[in-house]
């Protein structure tokens, strides 16, 4: 069974630093790789999907890397701002049902200003 | 851009209540799922819906029902509401990915519901 996990769970930076998210699923036969932001009390919104053909994926600020063979896939997030503060998610579709996703706990950030 | 929209933001219901919760998308996709989000235990599958009136049990349909007669909406149904339902709602949509190298399932989610049961 894929086991997806985020560490830190909780992560505390000042305004203006680049940091990056860690997201590692343990089976590395995926298809591909969804990076989620949720707001508190709010539902998910899907920032990247990236492809397991793909090594990156880029979005204005943010650029998410993918490395199947480590089982690791990273959310860069250039020049952090307080806005950004927020849980981040990564999901990862089963290889047997692509209609099963095993989430990650998430990363909860704070950007201080 | 996709919208998926959810009936209720917060509801608040008495222990027994049959309880309805609707969901809508507006991206003609096949996919739409129910999801309840609980600390600690992190997003949970119910159900999902592949077609018009077709369903699949999730990880943990105990307690739930699904309706779906519209390609466009996904209806959840607790029968008989519980303390231990308590809890945020999820819905999702996503294109019916085709096998193949490239898989674009992207999920994509309503606002969800805060859902009290008392």
């Known amino acids: 069974k894929q086991e997806v996990t985020q560490i830190p769970a909780a992560l505390s930076v000042p305004e203006g630093e680049n940091l990056v998210l860690n997201c590692s699923f343990t089976?590395?036969?995926?298809?591909?790789l969804q990076w989620f932001r949720q707001d508190p009390g709010k539902g998910l919104t899907s920032l990247l999907l990236?492809?397991?053909?793909?090594r990156e994926q880029t979005s204005g600020r943010l650029n998410a890397s993918l490395d199947k063979s480590s089982g690791r896939s990273t959310l860069y997030i250039a020049a952090s701002q307080p806005g950004d503060s927020a849980t981040y998610l990564c999901?990862?579709?089963?290889?047997?049902?692509?209609?099963?996703?095993?989430f990650g706990s998430g990363t909860k950030l704070n950007v201080k200003p | 851009d996709v919208k998926v929209t959810q009936s209720s933001r917060y509801l608040v219901k008495r222990t027994g209540e049959k309880v309805f919760l609707e969901c809508v998308q507006d991206?003609?996709?096949?996919?739409m799922f129910w999801y309840r989000q609980d600390p600690g235990l992190g997003l949970r599958l119910i159900y999902f819906s592949y077609d018009v009136k077709m369903k699949e049990k999730g990880d943990i349909p105990e307690g739930y029902s699904v309706s779906r007669e519209k390609k466009e909406r996904f209806s959840l149904i607790l029968e008989s509401a519980s303390t231990n339902q308590t809890s945020m709602y999820l819905c999702?949509?996503?294109?019916?990915?085709?096998?193949?190298?490239?898989?674009?399932?992207?999920?994509?989610f309503g606002p969800g519901t805060r859902l009290t049961v008392l």
């Open positions: 999901a990862v579709p089963s290889t047997y049902n692509f209609n099963k996703f095993y």
């Open positions: 990236i492809q397991s053909s793909q």
């Open positions: 991206m003609d996709h096949e996919n």
């Open positions: 999702a949509s996503s294109l019916m990915p085709q096998r193949g190298q490239t898989i674009y399932n992207e999920q994509f």
């Open positions: 089976d590395s036969a995926i298809y591909n």
